[in-house]
């Protein structure tokens, strides 16, 4: 039986799927939606932002589900469901180049901001640290 001289079963696959290949840029279709991930729930689901004005809890789709890391802020493509407006389907995730060619576009509005992720309206998004200036301590004396 010959060596292995790669390793285990992760260099193997990452070896595979080394080459980016470089794919269309996908447009929303009727019942499809552009959003931003404001907030991560779990078990494949988030909390979006979508730009027609509506928040929704959607669903990352099966074929994307650990294949396609979803982060909060990231602008995704939603599937919109007929029966339930409030909720809806991750269908595509963008990357940050292909953000802004939709922006440029015109797809999205231009207040989107791209490849932040402290986007949490009315929340505080950092741990609510704040240092006071005149605090009786002179840093040039230590």
């Known amino acids: 039986?010959?060596?292995?001289?790669?390793?285990?079963?992760?260099?193997?696959?990452?070896?595979?799927?080394?080459e980016k290949q470089k794919k269309e840029l996908e447009f929303k279709e009727d019942g499809q939606e552009y959003g931003q991930i404001t907030r991560m729930l779990g078990n494949g689901r988030c909390d979006v932002a979508c730009f027609d004005g509506t928040k929704r809890m959607c669903h990352i789709r099966g074929k994307m589900r650990k294949k396609v890391w979803c982060n909060q802020g990231d602008i995704v493509l939603v599937s919109l469901r007929d029966?339930?407006?409030?909720?809806g389907d991750i269908i595509n995730k963008y990357t940050a180049e292909e953000a802004r060619n939709l922006k440029t576009y015109g797809e999205l509005p231009d207040n989107v901001k791209i490849n932040e992720t402290d986007i949490v309206d009315g929340e505080m998004?950092?741990?609510a640290v704040e240092f006071d200036e005149g605090a009786g301590v002179d840093i040039d004396n230590i």
């Open 1 to 18: 039986m010959p060596k292995n001289k790669l390793g285990g079963n992760k260099a193997k696959r990452s070896k595979a799927g080394s």
């Open 125 to 127: 998004s950092d741990d």
């Open 83 to 87: 029966f339930q407006d409030e909720k």
